[in-house]
């Protein structure tokens, strides 16, 4: 099993640039494929970012461009550089992880990971 905690969160304004950081406990890290979600009131979770275990990575058409996802296996540690913000980005934003065959695009569906951290909110003002 895997735990994973998100932290960088807070309040930006538009236009502004943030980075989460997802630290992953464990000795088997780079066994799992990795994904950040974000909720905001009354939507449902959806898919940000995800990166396979060999560095293949896939974005949300909403955030390409904006966003990037990366790791430092060395400190089991997953990253979300988010730049450009806007208001429609606001957010609870989650990490997580799980292990085994998976498609790239399937790492945009929450269904497909069974350890999530506990969200750390992102809130882009206009």
């Known amino acids: 099993q895997v735990q994973v905690v998100e932290s960088g969160g807070g309040l930006v304004q538009a236009g502004g640039s943030l980075r989460l950081s997802c630290t992953a406990s464990?000795?088997?890290?780079?066994?799992?494929?990795m994904g950040w979600f974000r909720q905001a009131p009354g939507k449902e979770r959806e898919g940000v970012a995800g990166?396979?275990?060999?560095?293949?990575?896939i974005y949300a058409d909403s955030v390409k461009g904006r966003f990037t996802i990366s790791q430092d296996n060395a400190k089991n540690t997953l990253y979300l550089q988010m730049n450009s913000l806007k208001p429609e980005d606001t957010a609870m934003y989650y990490c997580?992880?799980?292990?085994?065959?998976?498609?790239?695009?399937?790492?945009?569906?929450?269904?497909?990971?069974?350890?999530w951290g506990q969200g750390t909110q992102v809130t882009v003002s206009s």
């Open positions: 990166i396979d275990t060999d560095g293949t990575t």
């Open positions: 997580a992880a799980d292990k085994g065959p998976a498609r790239l695009r399937w790492l945009l569906r929450p269904s497909y990971f069974g350890y």
């Open positions: 464990g000795n088997t890290y780079n066994s799992y494929y």
